[in-house]
């Protein structure tokens, strides 16, 4: 019997403990992956904690994959798939082709979208089974260990950039320099943004200059808003910031008709009025992650550009630590798993 490693949690934010499981034979429309890496998201904590409906543990998380095809599926060449092709999977893993969203070919928000970690399992494990509309094409140049990350947190902010009302030459601000916002930076410069980084502290502005900054704001020392405005106003804040204090205080820096994108996950209610979008014709707008075709695309956008996720990299037996780095925020931006 041939066996492969998973990390999984037995309970609800318990410990991500390594054990053994037969390995699976991919049905019809589906690929078996071997995992080299996969990025650690702060997302998977909906599922070690049992935060969404539906979970049934062990659960094994992970929807920042990056591998090679070693088994198809009955049907999976038809789409034109080959044993070791190099794909990721991420947080789109899959659509069910049948629900009103999917029908207006609006995937992304599909009603049963399929995660890693909840519809089936994820990433943290030697192999996984995905379904074919999840996979996206690596391209050459581009390491398991970066493309992971990109499946996820790379094609939420890059996705976000590219489908708000920015043009080339507007100023676009982004708040928050961590795991998402780090890349954000990289993409708003390469797509010819104009981009204020906004965080913490006098500390970071060497490194948003050298993400590709143009401006830096540190928002312990000048209220955003109005430094923002004294930039021009921004036509776009991308939002990577898991805080709605500091996701409100951006709003009055927003210039006429001027976008909030708002990509960071927090259950704290915005504190904004109805006059501060009104009187300007401000827009807020919410924004899930994208589809496999998406993370495609921002791979392909990132080997161009030399755009890289700065990450750490730990073997899977160390899934545990590399997790409770991440929850802790001692992590160099993004954990990643890697198997061998």
Request: glycine share 14%.
């Amino acid at each position: 019997m041939s066996t492969y490693k998973v990390a999984q949690a037995t309970a609800a934010g318990g410990p991500l403990e390594i054990a053994e499981r037969e390995v699976p034979e991919p049905g019809r429309g589906h690929v078996r992956i071997a995992v080299e890496a996969c990025g650690v998201c702060h997302s998977d904590t909906f599922f070690v904690d049992a935060a969404v409906p539906g979970i049934r543990f062990p659960v094994v998380a992970g929807h920042e994959i990056a591998g090679r095809i070693e088994a198809l599926g009955e049907g999976a060449a038809e789409y034109g798939w080959q044993e070791g092709d190099r794909v990721a999977v991420g947080w789109f893993g899959g659509s069910c082709h049948h629900c009103t969203a999917c029908r207006q070919g609006d995937f992304i928000v599909c009603e049963n979208l399929k995660v890693p970690g909840w519809a089936y399992d994820g990433g943290f494990a030697e192999r996984v089974i995905a379904p074919v509309d999840a996979l996206a094409r690596i391209p050459e140049g581009l390491a398991a260990s970066d493309a992971g990350p990109m499946a996820c947190a790379g094609v939420t902010v890059f996705n976000g950039l590219r489908r708000s009302v920015a043009r080339p030459g507007d100023l676009v601000a982004v708040l928050g320099i961590g795991g998402l916002g780090h890349l954000g930076v990289q993409y708003a410069a390469a797509m010819g943004l104009e981009t204020v980084a906004i965080a913490r502290g006098a500390d970071k502005a060497d490194m948003a200059k050298q993400l590709g900054a143009h401006h830096y704001v540190d928002s312990t020392a000048t209220p955003v808003a109005e430094a923002l405005r004294s930039l021009g106003g921004a036509k776009v804040v991308l939002a990577t910031a898991g805080n709605s204090e500091a996701i409100t205080a951006t709003v009055d820096g927003l210039t006429h008709r001027g976008e909030l994108v708002v990509i960071g996950a927090t259950p704290e209610p915005l504190g904004i009025s109805p006059l501060q979008l009104i009187m300007s014709g401000r827009e807020i707008r919410g924004h899930p992650s994208g589809t496999a075709q998406d993370v495609q695309d921002t791979m392909a956008f990132s080997a161009l550009h030399g755009i890289r996720p700065m990450t750490e990299t730990v073997p899977l037996d160390r899934a545990d630590e590399a997790y409770r780095r991440m929850l802790a925020g001692t992590a160099r931006f993004r954990m990643v798993l890697t198997m061998g």
